[in-house]
């Protein structure tokens, strides 16, 4: 059964306006922590975001903020003020911190608009 | 050193041919990792080491061959691969409850021939 869900292919934002990309998962276990990832042409998988399951503020780390909707089970990522270099693939992905997989979504592919 | 180091980062090779892809990570990570990931599609788990000991093995052909020869190392070897390998192999490495320092290296691009 998928885990992680990401409902956009693909996503277009003009450059300077914040863009929202959607994720949603499905566990009934209670100690987990969600990721974001963004993935450029070149290959590298590079981390943004983290937010574990007990954390009660939402997670932020400079342009990126994680809008983490627990009893909707939800963890969506919020980019502000886009720029071109943003223009990349987004996974969202869970793992169980008695765990060692990750659960990754199938990705959203992000293009920055001049 | 928060890095996980990936060689070579672009590898060509032919259907014969005998390769090695390596990972090595100095973070005290005890945990490490090979993914598999076609173009535009997520990250696929191929091994899990767990303690320089294979924990999971996704169901993976036998031309895909993993070692990890220290808590630092992590190999795949490959032979007599298809072209339908062809993908980016990533590495990645964390404490062994995930969660804590999940960190990928940056790839080797393979294409077999």
């Known amino acids: 059964a998928q885990k992680i869900t990401q409902t956009q292919p693909g996503m277009f934002v003009q450059e300077k306006e914040a863009v929202t990309l959607d994720c949603t998962y499905d566990?009934?276990?209670?100690?987990?922590?969600l990721f974001w990832y963004k993935q450029p042409s070149s290959g590298e998988m590079i981390f943004l975001i983290y937010q574990g399951s007990y954390d009660e503020q939402n997670a932020t780390e400079g342009r990126y903020s994680l809008n983490f909707q627990k009893a909707r089970k939800s963890a969506n990522l919020v980019i502000s003020a886009s720029q071109l270099g943003d223009s990349a693939m987004y996974f969202c992905?869970?793992?169980?911190?008695?765990?060692?997989?990750?659960?990754f979504g199938t990705g959203t592919s992000l293009t920055v608009i001049p | 050193d928060t890095e996980v180091t990936q060689t070579p980062k672009h590898l060509v090779m032919g259907m014969t041919n005998k390769k090695s892809l390596k990972c090595e990570q100095h973070?005290?990570?005890?945990?490490m990792y090979w993914y598999k990931q076609k173009a535009k599609k997520p990250p696929e788990l191929m091994f899990v080491y767990s303690y320089e000991k294979l924990s999971i093995n996704e169901s993976v052909p036998s031309r895909f061959s993993p070692e990890c020869p220290n808590s630092s190392l992590l190999n795949l070897h490959l032979h007599a691969l298809q072209p339908e390998d062809s993908a980016l192999y990533l590495c990645?490495?964390?404490?062994?409850?995930?969660?804590?320092?999940?960190?990928f290296g940056s790839g080797t691009r393979l294409t077999v021939v």
């Open positions: 990645a490495s964390s404490h062994t409850r995930t969660g804590f320092g999940y960190t």
């Open positions: 992905a869970m793992t169980y911190l008695t765990g060692n997989q990750f659960y």
């Open positions: 566990t009934s276990d209670q100690s987990y922590g």
């Open positions: 973070m005290g990570h005890r945990a």
